[in-house]
């Protein structure tokens, strides 16, 4: 961990009502960064562009680009459709 020692120092001396908030504002933070990253991802495609991704089971899959939805990419393959979070796709 990289955390620096006065940070260690702060939270050991924090209550318990204390502590949960801190928690919820990291929540959030953390949140919110991922909210930014997808967005940005998400720019990077266009209905049409052929992209490729890996499936939970590790299968290869590729396809093009249907829809853009408000959070996920919808793909088209020869078999399927499938919603896509725009992190783990890659144009082909």
């Known amino acids: 961990m990289n955390i620096?020692?006065?940070?260690l120092n702060a939270i050991e001396k924090m209550s318990s009502d204390e502590l949960r908030e801190l928690n919820t504002v990291i929540?959030?933070?953390v949140n919110s960064?991922?909210?930014?990253?997808?967005?940005?991802?998400?720019?990077?495609f266009s209905v049409g562009d052929q992209v490729?991704?890996?499936t939970r089971n590790g299968e290869f899959v590729s396809g093009i680009?249907?829809?853009i939805n408000k959070v996920n990419i919808k793909?088209?393959?020869g078999r399927a459709t499938w919603?896509?979070?725009?992190?783990l796709l890659n144009k082909v």
């Open 4 to 7: 620096p020692k006065n940070v």
């Open 27 to 29: 929540v959030d933070t």
């Open 33 to 44: 960064r991922r909210r930014l990253k997808n967005i940005n991802a998400k720019r990077a």
């Open 52 to 54: 490729a991704f890996n």
């Open 65 to 67: 680009v249907s829809k």
């Open 75 to 77: 793909v088209k393959t």
């Open 83 to 87: 919603t896509v979070s725009p992190n």
